[in-house]
């Protein structure tokens, strides 16, 4: 019961990339670099293994973005043909590469990786993917048309390397939607069907992760106009309630989420963010307790996992080990406090 595990990312030791940046750049190239992304997937392994970590995640520290590194690897995109965009209903915009026709997959882009990190450890491993609906607000669409069109493009891309990377070991696949968060119309119209196709057939658990994004300045001042109580989770969880997906992770330490939200997921396992991913404290096992107690209102205890509220990528690499050591003490402060 309360089995931990985190969001996906984790920080990028200073040696091989630019620390505490979403997008920083190698320090390292060639078989150096490859070797070095390794080395640092191995630490993560053993510091997540150290601090009691029930469900690990390779750190996805071979990865620069968490949606374009994926897109490198996928055929019909033009990688220098940069079309300015408003990202996530135009919080910021960003230089994006463009769909310039029918994408494809030639071949598998993360299950090498995997297959390494597999080799590590026995315990159970889920694999991060961008989801269908972010990735299409991650890229200029020159050729589909409509957003729906290239999801479902995309969804079956997806679709393709999470069996591979199912067959290779992984016990869970995760989608990434921070998008699912801002463009409610189209998660209920089209985003939950995107996501299920991406899930479609595969034999682990299927999770989809749905943040307010990492703890960098853009997220902090659009949190700032969400008000006092953010109620944008009732507005999606009922489609997703009623959907295939297994496992739905949401940010609840330190935010305005109400976490009464949480009542309308009847039978999905809930991944609890029990820790912020703010670069300046470390929550104390006590706090992280509360926020799982909190859930326990709204969830019984055998479907929650506690869990980070997103990606570490971006903060100190020491706090965010120190927030994976909290993470594992309050889950235990609250099991040892729980009726045997
Ligand atoms: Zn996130």
Redesign the pocket.
């Known amino acids: 019961m309360l089995e931990t595990t985190i969001?996906g990312s984790l920080p990028r030791p200073d040696w091989l990339a630019e620390p505490e940046k979403l997008k920083g750049g190698w320090k390292l190239s060639g078989q150096e670099l490859e070797d070095g992304k390794r080395r640092a997937a191995a630490e993560w392994i053993r510091h997540q293994e150290e601090a009691g970590i029930d469900i690990l995640t390779d750190g996805e520290v071979f990865r620069k973005h968490f949606v374009h590194t994926f897109l490198e690897g996928i055929e019909g995109i033009d990688q220098n043909k940069k079309t300015l965009m408003g990202i996530r209903d135009d919080r910021y915009n960003l230089e994006v590469p463009t769909v310039t026709s029918a994408v494809k997959r030639p071949k598998a882009v993360h299950v090498e990786e995997f297959k390494y990190v597999r080799s590590l450890t026995d315990r159970k491993l889920k694999f991060t993917l961008p989801g269908p609906m972010t990735i299409c607000d991650t890229i200029a669409d020159g050729h589909y048309g409509k957003r729906a069109d290239m999801a479902m493009a995309f969804a079956e891309l997806l679709n393709a390397e999470a069996k591979e990377l199912v067959a290779a070991g992984a016990d869970i696949i995760q989608f990434?939607e921070?998008a699912f968060n801002v463009f409610f119309d189209d998660v209920n119209e089209w985003g939950v069907a995107a996501l299920e196709r991406a899930a479609e057939g595969l034999s682990c658990p299927r999770a989809v992760?749905i943040?307010y994004?990492?703890g960098i300045e853009e997220n902090l001042k659009w949190k700032e106009t969400l008000g006092d109580e953010w109620r944008q989770y009732e507005k999606i969880f009922p489609a997703l309630n009623a959907s295939s997906i297994d496992q739905i992770s949401l940010e609840c330490a330190d935010s305005h989420v109400p976490h009464s939200v949480m009542s309308i997921l009847k039978d999905k396992i809930v991944m609890v963010g029990a820790v912020a991913v703010t670069p300046d404290r470390v929550e104390t096992p006590e706090e992280v307790a509360e926020t799982l107690r909190s859930a326990m209102r709204y969830v019984d205890a055998e479907r929650i996992r506690p869990c980070t509220n997103?990606?570490m990528t971006p903060i100190p690499y020491d706090i965010a080990q120190g927030k994976l050591k909290s993470l594992v003490a309050g889950a235990n402060l609250l099991r040892d406090s729980l009726p045997h």
């Open positions: 969001a990434d921070p992760h943040c994004g990492y997103c990606g």
